[in-house]
């Protein structure tokens, strides 16, 4: 019984330790993505309003693990999850060599950005869609994996590589505002207007509900042709 108790209690003991750690690190990320952010609302804001005072560019802090980047008509938001995930065995990050090599690298702390329509959230319309930009995954040792939209034109997949740092937090900040902006708003089919319910009409959503283009996910279209 004791030598049992003993194997739960070291089991445990590393686990929870290695869990602790990468929360830190996923947390000091995030922090760091802030400072990142507020920086460069800033210096855009500063050129931007050289050449048109009405294009609004700003910052938001909204809580601990939540902050927003608002570019004109788009709004991204950056939210880090306070748990720390694993995935499936046939996960293709869990079978590389790197992670089946140490058993604390199983667990990850993980940033998810969203792009909205900056009208969605001051409208308070609940029915229009946002879109996963990239999910960014980081372990014990501060090394990350990014699951993001191909127009992001970023590759980190490599794990055993890829160490975060000021620079690829910028980088990826960046290109997330990048890929936000070039997704444009698309109308809606006329067919899809020709008749609403009064409530549509109360609630304004045959006018909310245009969508933006929407985004390919490189992790699930590697997957679609499995």
């Known amino acids: 019984m004791d030598d ?4 739960i209690f070291a089991g445990l003991k590393q686990k929870t330790s290695a869990k602790q750690a990468i929360y830190r690190n996923t947390k000091n990320a995030f922090d760091q993505f802030k400072k990142v952010s507020i920086d460069l609302v800033k210096r855009l804001s500063d050129r931007v309003t050289s050449l048109d005072s009405s294009v609004l560019i700003e910052y938001r802090d909204v809580s601990e693990f939540e902050f927003h980047v608002k570019i004109s008509g788009d709004l991204l938001v950056f939210v ?27 667990f990850f702390g993980h940033i998810m950005a969203y792009n909205f329509m900056a009208d969605s959230i001051k409208y308070g319309r609940m029915n229009d869609p946002g879109y996963l930009l990239g999910r960014l995954l980081i372990n014990i040792e501060n090394h990350f994996y990014l699951e993001g939209v191909d127009q992001l034109n970023l590759r980190f997949q490599d794990l055993a590589q890829n160490v975060l740092n000021d620079e ?22 006329i067919d899809d207007l020709r008749v609403i319910t009064v409530k549509q009409k109360l609630d304004n ?6 969508q933006k283009v929407g985004f390919n996910f490189s992790y699930e279209a590697s997957h679609d042709h499995d």
């Open 205 to 210: 959503q045959q006018i909310s509900r245009n």
């Open 80 to 106: 880090m999850h306070s748990n720390v995930v694993t995935f499936p065995e046939d996960y293709d990050l869990m079978k590389t060599e790197y992670v089946e090599a140490d058993f604390k690298r199983r």
């Open 4 to 7: 049992r108790l003993d194997a």
């Open 168 to 189: 690829s937090i910028l980088l990826l900040v960046e290109s997330a505002i990048i890929a936000a902006v070039n997704n444009d708003l698309m109308a809606r089919d």
